[in-house]
Structure formats: C-alpha cells, structure tokens
C-alpha cells in the first residue's frame, strides 16, 4: 500500500492535465493508467480540438507529428447538402481556429508535462474500486496487470478521470453521482483514419453531415488530418438498436471521394451526451472529464472540457487538503466554479438543444438550413451555449421564411428560452450541498415542461 495526497485514476487529457497542475502546486501525485506508458493517447476519437482549449491553461499549440491540420471553420451540412452554414471560433491575433492532432501524440505529449512537473505515472494498474472509510474514499483497489496482484493505494483525495468506463463512479452510492449513463445519453460511434485518393478539400474545414438516415441522432463527420488522410466516423443516439458501423459503411458508398480509400484505422469508441452529473464531487472523490459528464452534447467534443475541468480543480483539491477538509463540503468549490463559470453551464444549456435536434428529422433539417431559419449567428451562439435569440425584425423575416413549419419554428424558440433559462439556473449554482436539492428540481421542472427526460 503506498500513501499519496492524490490518486488520479487516467492518464486521459483529463487525468493528465490534472495530474500536471497538481503537481506544480506540490502536491504528491499517483497517476493510475492500466495502458502501457507508450500506448496513453490511443483513443479512437475525432482529433479535432478548438484553439481555445489549450490556450485557455496554456498548453503550447501541437506541431510536428502530432499536427494533423489547421482548421478555420466547421462546415454543417443539412442531409441534402445544398447549403452549409460555417461556424468559426476565430480569436483574433490567432492563427486559426483549432486543429486536427494525431491523439497518440498529443497524449504522450500532455502526461510528459505531468512527469516533468513530478507525478508519478504508474502504468499497467488496471483500477478495480474505490476504498473506503465511513462513507469517505480513501484511496483504491488495482490489479497490477503485469504481475496479476491486487494492490491498493490510498490518497487524500482521488479523482475519477477514467473516462467513460468510470471505474470509480460506477461503485458509488450517492443520489448525485449517477452510477450510469443511460443509452440514451451515449453518442455510439465508429471511424476510421483513411488514406483518399486525393487530398480533402478544402483542407482547413472540418465537415459535419445531419443526416437522419446514416447518423440518427448525431451526424457524421469527415475531419481532414493533411494530405490525404482524412478522420471520417458517425455517431448515433445509443440504445436505438443502430449499427455504426453498418451505417458507416454505407454512408461511405454516398461519396465518391471515399472510392478505394485505403483504412488505416478502424474502431468504435462512445461518449457521453447529455447534462453534467448533478455532482462532481463526493467524500473524498471528484469525476472529471468524461466520467464527470464533462462533453458537449451537440458534437460530443470532451477533449477541451476535459482539460478544463482538470485545470480548474486542481487548485480546489489543493485547498481542501490544506484545510483539512476533503468532504463534499470542502470540494464543492468544484461544483460552483465550473458550473458558474466553465463549462458546467454550456453543457446544461446545449443539452436542451441536443434533446431538440434529435427530434428533428431530415426534412425538417433541410428546410431549416435551406430556408435560413438558423443562421451561422445563430449556431455560434448556440455553440456558445447561448440559446438562439430572435430580433424582432429577424422574427418577421424568419416567421415568413418558416410559415410552412411553424410549428417546429415554435419548438425552436420554446428550447432556446428554456436554454437561457438553463444558463441562468446553472450561473447561480448552489453555494454550498445543503441549497443544491431545490435548485435541482428548478432543472429538472425546465426538462419536464419541454417534454425530455433530464
Ligand atoms: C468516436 C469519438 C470521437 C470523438 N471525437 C472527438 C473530437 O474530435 N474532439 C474532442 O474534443 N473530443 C472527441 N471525443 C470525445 C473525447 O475523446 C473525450 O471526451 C476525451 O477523451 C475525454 O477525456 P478523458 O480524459 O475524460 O477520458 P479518456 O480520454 O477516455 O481517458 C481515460 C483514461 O483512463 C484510462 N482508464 C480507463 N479505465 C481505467 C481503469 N479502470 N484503470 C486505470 N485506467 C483506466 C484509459 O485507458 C484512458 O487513458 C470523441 C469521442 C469518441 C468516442
């Protein structure tokens, strides 16, 4: 048994970053990763990553082998890909708008920063369970998968960064740490790394596709990573009896840019769509990243928030040891600071609208985009979390432009107030545990009245 002021269980973007700032701040680090040290980073993902989301904690911009391409914008196609409408996050003085990275090496690259600044990586421990005393964790069970032996390692305070197999989070008893995430609320997914007879143009967009037929529930996507390698993948609603892969497969016969592509890589993978957890933090325990529900629900994109959530708890960890007090009271700060005034809020707030979008159907999709009901204005604010608001003036214009679909018109502004609403309940976060039950039941009333299930 070894004794450490933090366990991180992951050594994902989440577990990483975490891991990095907790150390510089001086506290003994353990990461816990049952993948080999070389193999961290080896996730099957989209590898597109918004410039904000490492200049915000001041990760350097990737380069080299891990830099797929620059990206200026994301193209949304309806299913009849008449018209697309760009989204772009450009800051200005920045150079772009994100990237895409080969995830191995970013990986690599993040718990290299978590070494150099002193945590301990173990790697081949395969996390089992937490350990506890009255009720607090206190540290956890792993087998060490070279030697087959069961160990333990206690901590002060140990933080679930283990993605969506949740290790941790899965054996807790506790009204607001849900245990799992329902289908539902699981964007399923497969992609492949393809090698295209030509290079994908242009180079510096990424393309998403809504399309109900090939991705009912979520959409596809075809990321340029250089040259003619190309990240194409979908994902679907989980638990609606889809095959990925089968519709994958299929999509890839509707373009002939995809004719004789060679695979380089090919797997499945699932993240989690829908609110936060209703807490992130337990005795003793805090759930980052996709464990902590810390991914957007409109593109499943976590690589970002997961960073963030890692960034903004690592100082709150520090302070609840120093104090003593590693309850839920003493990090609770988590809850409030990232729900009020990080991510927490964007993603509530978005998964009102993912609820709407699966609702909508490819007609619906088409005429919205094509008649410009929803405008990149309106998207980029969504994107932000915003809702969609309407002027006056733009009402008139879009009531003419929608009269064929009212009804789906007042579904729209229905969520979009509703997504405001949500903005607003979540920025006012509870200040302490023994307010959070009323404030729940606010959102949860704000899910009901539209009809979803939060
Ligand atoms: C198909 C797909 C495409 C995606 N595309 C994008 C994208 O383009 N951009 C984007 O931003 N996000 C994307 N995402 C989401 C993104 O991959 C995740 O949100 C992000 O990786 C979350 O980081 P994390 O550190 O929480 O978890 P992870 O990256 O999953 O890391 C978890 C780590 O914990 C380790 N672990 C798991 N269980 C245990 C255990 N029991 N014991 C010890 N270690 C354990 C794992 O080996 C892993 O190293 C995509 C997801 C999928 C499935």
């Known amino acids: 048994m070894t004794q450490h002021d933090l366990i991180v269980v992951g050594a994902g973007p989440a577990g990483a970053h975490l891991a990095k700032e907790a150390a510089k701040l001086g506290l003994d680090v353990l990461v816990l990763e049952r993948l080999s040290r070389d193999r961290v980073g080896d996730k099957v993902c989209g590898e597109g990553i918004a410039l904000h989301h490492l200049k915000n904690p001041g990760i350097p911009y990737p380069t080299g082998k891990e830099l797929g391409n620059t990206i200026d914008g994301i193209d949304i196609y309806p299913p ?28 690599q690259r ?48 140990t933080v679930d960064a283990s993605g969506m197999s949740a290790s941790l989070r899965r054996k807790m008893k506790n009204p607001h740490i849900e245990q799992t995430i329902e289908l539902r609320d699981q964007a399923v997914c497969y992609r492949e790394i393809l090698e295209l007879q030509e290079p994908f143009e242009p180079a510096d967009r990424c393309w998403i596709i809504m399309d109900d037929h090939y991705s009912p529930g979520g959409y596809v996507w075809i990321f340029p990573r250089g040259g003619k390698i190309a990240n194409v993948g979908l994902g679907t609603q989980g638990g609606q009896g889809h095959r990925p892969k089968d519709l994958y497969k299929q999509f890839l016969k509707t373009n002939p840019i995809f004719k004789d592509a060679k695979v380089i890589h090919g797997g499945g993978g699932a993240a989690p769509i829908r609110r936060p957890l209703w807490s992130y933090v337990a005795d003793g325990i805090v759930f980052i990243g996709d464990s902590g529900c810390h991914v957007n629900p409109i593109h499943g994109g976590g690589i970002g928030s997961a960073i963030e959530a890692g960034h903004v708890v690592a100082p709150i960890i520090q302070q ?11 990090l609770w700060p988590f809850n409030v600071k990232y729900n009020r005034e990080h991510y927490g809020q964007k993603i509530a707030s978005l998964d009102l609208m993912r609820h709407l979008l699966q609702e909508v159907g490819n007609e619906e999709f088409d005429y919205v985009i094509n008649n410009r009901i929803l405008t990149t204005e309106d998207l980029q604010r969504a994107n932000a979390g915003e809702g969609i608001h309407l002027s006056a003036l733009d009402k008139a214009g ?17 969520v979009s107030r509703a997504m405001s609403e949500m903005l607003s309940l979540y920025r006012s976060f509870p200040e302490a545990p023994d307010t959070f039950e009323p404030w729940k039941q606010r959102v949860v009333q704000l899910y009901h009245d539209l009809g979803y299930q939060p």
């Open 110 to 157: 993040l718990l290299g920063y978590a070494e150099e600044a002193g945590a301990k990586i173990q790697d081949h421990a395969h996390v089992l369970e937490p350990i506890f005393d009255n009720g607090t964790v206190i540290g956890v069970k792993y087998k060490d998968t070279k030697t087959k032996k069961i160990r333990e390692a206690h901590a002060q305070v």
């Open 320 to 330: 609840a040891i120093e104090s003593n007090d590693v309850s839920t009271s003493g």
């Open 80 to 107: 009849s890909m008449e018209n697309h409408i760009t989204i772009s996050q450009r800051v200005e003085g920045e150079p772009c708008d994100g990237w895409t990275i080969d995830r191995i090496y970013f990986g």
């Open 398 to 414: 879009r009531f003419m432009r929608g009269i064929r679909k009212l009804g789906l018109l007042r579904r729209i502004q229905r």
